[in-house]
């Protein structure tokens, strides 16, 4: 299943159909629903397991997306400048300050002048969990992406997830600077 909040933005904003980057593509679910959507889509992912499963669903549903076998912070991708970027628990799993910026200025690297990057954050704003993302607090998020984004929408919402109380999120909307 694609992510609920990325379904919502692209409709409800809307995000018009252009290149995009799947950050963390894991087995390529939402990749796959943006290419559905007319986007050019390029998903990215540490894991090669998951890239050849990834590859295998776009396959099998006969949508052209590229899937590659990279790390965020160290590789370049083809394809680039993309015109959105997509990322569902990327930029919490990066320690360290310092770090979740050079992840941010990636983003920006990686996007056209203006280009949105929609970002799902484990929310700090609930007590720790034994289960669940890492989580990080608004002025975190903040830190890690000025100044390359301008943050358009910073909403407190859920994973979606399963369980019966899945964790809290941010779910965060910015907009390259120029």
Not at 54 to 80: N, Q, R, S
Not at 96 to 123: H, K, M, P
């Amino acid at each position: 299943m694609p992510d609920g909040h990325l379904i919502t933005w692209v409709k409800r904003r809307p995000i018009e159909p252009c290149k995009v980057l799947d950050i963390g593509c894991g087995t390529g679910e939402n990749s796959i629903w943006l290419a559905q959507q007319g986007f050019h889509t390029t998903g990215c992912d540490l894991s090669k397991t998951a890239i050849e499963q990834a590859e295998g669903k776009a396959a099998l549903v006969k949508v052209d997306c590229a899937f590659h076998m990279a790390d965020f912070l160290e590789d370049h991708l083809p394809g680039l400048p993309f015109g959105f970027a997509f990322d569902r628990g990327c930029l919490h799993c990066i320690d360290g300050e310092a770090d979740r910026r050079r992840f941010a200025q990636n983003v920006a690297d990686c996007l056209t002048q203006a280009g949105l990057w929609l970002s799902l954050i484990g929310n700090a704003d609930e007590s720790e969990r034994e289960v669940g993302p890492p989580q990080l607090t608004a002025a975190e998020v903040v830190a890690a992406v000025e100044p390359c984004f301008e943050i358009l929408s910073l909403e407190s919402g859920y994973f979606g997830s399963d369980q019966d109380n899945p964790p809290r999120a941010w779910i965060c909307l910015m907009r390259k600077r120029g």
